[in-house]
């Protein structure tokens, strides 16, 4: 399928989707009086719906609920960059948001607002001097994807097909300012202390700024790909540096389709098997031997295929989360099988990982024991079997329904307080990306360490 846009395409995008932004704001000023113009049309929607209830007319929360997410996502679309970003790491853990936001936020993951010609060409001119048009034999000036730091042209230069992503002006900017507008809500409606939660707001902005670094990418992407070149069923963009800028990273075009798409398709079982094989080995790859990965699993950074039996293509780099080696380690010994009987060993990676803590009171030791132990005998289920049925979607449920239970749990909501490393950030949301689409896939995998240094992990 060499024509097919990379990414695949899109689901059908709604009129407001569609229609080109002419400017972003991006100040943080117009940033914060978008945002504040936001929360008064929230505002304002809830008041209507208790008027209408308080007069015994219809108002239903599914209602006031899609309503206040089209607002909310209209606003992010418009805004971009990180927070735009959070939308789509809402999106992957569909249990946290009611149905309607869910719905509406899973548009980040493959199409927003894309922007208008001159703002692109503008681009190319800050660049290179010239237009898209004279650097490229052919152009789309209509971007085929639009997310949230950038959006994907298609373009040919020597009958070759390429991707070309070009960076939201002021994105990199945006974000600091984002993430402190932001805090103050967050530390209010969660009740944390700001030195409390510093560090992981620092991991969250550093990984943010790294994705408006193209050249980080463009580099990343070259290293990862050219050291997972012998592992099967996987395909990696080859990078372009003389068409590639600070804002703009060109790569060949890959083919394939996005999941949803690609299972319309009805994929054999055998088809799906390999692809969640490919992505599994592909992750415990990185983790294990690499110490970086690819931290960024939604369904719009694959593309996937039935050729050679099932093939996966890698997009996007920009997340890359390095892992430092001591909590590699610690990280990995909690997957072992039989750590849940070594209650020792047990609680000394937990210290050590900072999660437990040396002036803890015995109930509060124990209650952060009883939840770690509860979620590892169903977290770490992958990793305790040879092969594991991800088709089986009675255990995304109830990793699901376990999540629930410990929001919902008054002893660990009256602690108040973050626990554990914050390298633990990117890695938790790596393996919540990865089992979503694995369950998607419906794949049977060998959960065996892949790869020719897997033994020296």
């Known amino acids: 399928m060499p024509d097919e846009p990379q990414g695949g395409p899109a689901p059908e995008p709604t009129p ?5 932004l002419v400017s972003l704001p991006t100040t943080k000023v117009a940033r914060a009086a978008r945002f504040a113009k936001t929360g008064l ?23 006031l609920h899609a309503a206040n997410a089209a607002e909310l996502y209209g606003a992010l679309s418009e805004m971009k960059g990180s927070v735009l970003k959070v939308a789509q790491m809402l999106a992957m853990e569909k249990n946290l948001l009611p149905p309607a936001y869910a719905e509406q936020f899973a548009q980040a993951q493959y199409q927003t607002p894309p922007l208008s010609g001159p703002l692109v060409v503008k681009a190319f001119r800050d660049a290179f001097g010239k237009s898209p048009f004279e650097l490229f034999d052919e152009f789309e000036p209509q971007a085929r994807q639009a997310a949230s730091i950038g959006q994907v042209h298609r373009a040919r230069r020597n009958g070759l097909p390429l991707a070309v992503k070009v960076q939201y002006p002021g994105v990199a900017d945006s974000i600091r300012s984002d993430i402190r507008m932001v805090k103050p809500v967050a530390l209010r409606v969660l009740g944390l202390d700001e030195a ?13 700024l790294e994705e408006t670094d193209y050249a980080l990418e463009l580099r990343r992407g070259q290293e990862i790909a050219a050291r997972c070149r012998h592992m099967p069923h996987l395909q990696f963009p080859h990078y372009h540096a003389e068409l590639s800028a600070a804002r703009i990273l060109t790569m060949d075009w890959l083919p ?18 390999q692809l969640g094989q490919a992505l599994w080995d592909f992750y415990t790859y990185q983790i294990h031997t690499l110490r970086q990965v690819h931290a960024d699993p939604h369904p719009g950074n694959f593309l996937l ?28 010994a909690l997957l072992v099988p039989g750590i849940l009987d070594d209650e ?33 005998a169903l977290v770490a289920q992958p990793f305790w079997q040879a092969t594991f049925d991800f088709g089986d979607a009675a255990y995304l449920q109830q990793l ?8 919902q749990d008054p002893e660990l909501r ?25 369950t998607e896939l419906g794949a049977q995998v060998d959960t065996g360490i892949p790869g020719p240094q897997a033994a020296q992990a």
């Open 344 to 376: 020792a060993r047990l609680e000394k990676l937990l210290t050590e990982l900072e999660v437990l803590r040396s002036a803890d009171a015995p109930a509060q030791r124990n209650l952060y024991l009883r939840t770690i132990k509860a979620s590892l």
């Open 16 to 20: 407001e989707a569609t229609s080109p």
């Open 256 to 273: 394939g389709l996005h999941l949803k798409e690609f299972l319309a398709t009805a994929p054999s079982q055998a088809v799906r098997n």
């Open 196 to 208: 409390q939660v510093r560090p992981y707001l620092e991991e969250v902005e550093t990984r943010l």
């Open 41 to 63: 049309k929230v505002g304002a929607n809830y008041v209507k719906h208790y008027a209408r209830r308080s007069v015994g007319a219809e108002s239903s929360s599914a209602d």
């Open 305 to 332: 295929q039935a050729t050679d039996g099932g093939t996966v293509g890698v997009l996007d780099f920009g997340c890359v989360k390095e892992i430092p080696a001591a909590f590699q380690q610690r990280f990995l």
């Open 414 to 438: 009256r602690q108040r307080e973050p626990r554990g490393s914050r390298h633990f950030i990117y890695l938790n949301r790596t393996y919540v990306g990865l089992y979503a689409l694995l």
């Open 400 to 407: 699901y329904a376990l999540g629930d239970e410990l929001m």
